[in-house]
């Protein structure tokens, strides 16, 4: 991913507004700016309040209410007009000139209006953000009602059973870990600006800017291990995943802007596996089997590796620009992003035909499907309609027929 030096950082800082939901998109101010102005929700006095009269529900959308709670009817512009403005001046961040360019030239139309996931409630009172503006793996689904999400410096846990917010963590003080086990650093780490996370049954594990790692279980007080990848300059930590291998150990991934990736033994709390690459690695994705790793970063290629000897085993081209996601289909369902406005849900079955297009306004701080499927939630970061989005799957026949 993109690595700056401390007076780089700091204008782009200013640029994305990185300490703060990045929301205001290049040249659309005017758009930007009547919408909120001429927000209802922002004369509420009470932020409890505003919260719940802005929380929208199926019934409210199936009614013609907007699923953010944008009123669009007191505003001066419609939905359609705002839609298109921001497709027109929208600017995505490319790595390599021309690469958006080339890739619309090159990638086949698909069939849109597709209906896999319907929507259940965009809840306002849930407040995600993001800290880098290329980094979105900041929302996690444990359950198909739990929830956890980043809010500036507190990663927070959210039931969408009774529809309360817990503060699990909070980074923006001293973080220090309440066990002693060997490699942690029991000094711990002062104001952590986290850049990605992961949560698994109960491991939560927490990225740093400067190649921090904090890992809590959530059945336990306190935090459990925190350590620090590397000091190198170069040390954000862009993605984690977590998984369980096949003897049934907790491990987890960490992919580094140093060109590392690493693999950590949580029953043991030691570093498993180092694999150093020749450029940074934004995400890393393991195969259901546990055999083999996809790396995908600063580089047009993917890389397929062994798991074990990290040996590159096939070196995938097509992309025409830096890659920051990467992941494997269990069932043949997947989906893709873009960085702010829309989520496309394929059904890989077509060959990628057929899609839905879930449609919003704001930028993606991340996405996450139950581990059933059963529920999507994404995240959405921005000022003033910054929400959880949640999705429920259908289960037509139509749609297990392409599945089957």
Request: glycine share 6%; aromatic share 10%.
């Amino acid at each position: 991913m993109s690595h700056y030096h401390s007076a780089d950082f700091e204008e782009m800082e200013d640029e994305y507004d990185m300490n703060e939901p990045v929301d205001d998109m290049e040249g659309e101010d005017e758009y930007q700016e009547l919408v909120i102005r001429d927000s209802d929700a922002e004369d509420e006095d009470d932020a409890d309040q505003l919260h719940k009269l802005s929380d929208t529900s199926a019934a409210d959308a199936r009614s013609g209410k907007d699923i953010q709670g944008i009123p669009w009817e007191t505003i001066e512009v419609t939905r359609e007009t705002y839609r298109q403005a921001r497709l027109e001046q929208y600017k995505n961040y490319e790595n390599i000139p021309n690469s958006g360019v080339a890739a619309m030239m090159a990638c086949k139309s698909t069939e849109k209006g597709r209906t896999y996931y319907e929507f259940r409630r965009n809840t306002r009172s849930v407040k995600s953000t993001i800290s880098h503006f290329q980094l979105r793996n900041l929302v996690w689904a444990t359950s198909k009602h739990d929830v956890y999400l980043l809010l500036h410096y507190s990663v927070l846990h959210w039931s969408a059973l009774n529809g309360v917010d817990t503060e699990i963590m909070d980074v923006h003080g001293h973080v220090a870990p309440s066990e002693k086990h060997p490699g942690s650093l029991l000094e711990g780490f002062l104001h952590t600006q986290i850049s990605t996370m992961a949560v698994k049954d109960n491991l939560l594990v927490a990225g740093g800017f400067q190649g921090e790692l904090i890992c809590k279980h959530l059945d336990r007080e306190g935090i459990s291990f925190c350590c620090r990848t590397t000091y190198d300059d170069n040390a954000i930590t862009n993605a984690l995943e977590i998984f369980n291998t096949s003897s049934g150990a907790l491990h987890f991934i960490a992919s580094n802007n140093d060109c590392g990736v690493r693999e950590y033994d949580m029953e043991r709390y030691q570093l498993f596996k180092h694999f150093r690459f020749d450029w940074p690695v934004n995400h890393t994705s393991l195969s259901p089997d546990g055999k083999l790793v996809i790396i995908v970063g600063d580089d047009t290629d993917a890389l397929l590796i062994d798991a074990n000897s990290g040996k590159t085993i096939h070196s995938m081209k097509g992309h025409l620009d830096f890659s920051f996601a990467s992941a494997w289909s269990p069932d043949g369902l997947t989906f893709a992003t873009e960085a702010a406005d829309f989520v496309h849900i394929f059904d890989i079955k077509s060959d990628y035909n057929k899609r839905q297009e879930l449609d919003f306004f704001g930028e993606v701080s991340g996405m996450s499907f139950s581990p059933d499927t059963d529920t999507l939630y994404v995240g959405i970061s921005d000022r003033t309609y910054g929400s959880l989005l949640q999705f429920g799957r259908l289960y037509n026949y139509s749609y297990l027929d392409s599945l089957l």
